[in-house]
């Protein structure tokens, strides 16, 4: 089970972050990605973070404005989001990669990559 957090009403170029703590889950051995989905609009990649938590992966839409982290003692993954932007409104979604232990040469960024995912939590860039 995976429950996101963090979420809420922030004016454009300032900063969120986002947690999504996951429960009765091997956190450790699971890569952890995130996505969001706007009103209208299909669920799409946000950024994701390998096992290890030596490679991350991001959109090109949030490439140096958005961190992913883990803390696998807290089994939690984060999204740090600075330089919000009113396009960055959506439904945030954070999900378990479907396989442990994947090899870190290939980081999961596709939506079949991914099997549990979090109930979501909204964000909105007010302009």
């Known amino acids: 089970q995976l429950q996101a957090s963090g979420g809420g009403l922030v004016q454009a170029g300032g900063s969120l972050r986002l947690s999504c703590a996951a429960i009765?889950?091997?956190?450790?051995?699971?890569?952890m990605g995130w996505f969001r989905q706007a009103p209208g609009k299909e669920r799409e990649f946000v950024a994701s973070?390998?096992?290890?938590?030596?490679?991350?992966k991001y959109a090109d839409s949030v490439k140096g404005r958005f961190t992913i982290s883990r803390g696998n003692a807290k089994n939690t993954v984060y999204l740090q989001m600075n330089s919000l932007k009113p396009e960055d409104t959506a439904v945030y979604y954070c999900?378990?990669?479907?396989?442990?232990?994947?090899?870190?040469?290939?980081?999961?960024?596709?939506?079949?990559?991914?099997?549990?995912w979090g109930q979501g939590t909204q964000v909105t860039v007010s302009s």
């Open positions: 009765g889950l091997t956190f450790s051995r699971y890569g």
């Open positions: 999900a378990a990669d479907r396989y442990q232990w994947r090899a870190t040469s290939v980081i999961p960024i596709s939506l079949n990559d991914f099997e549990s």
């Open positions: 973070i390998t096992w290890s938590g030596g490679t991350t």
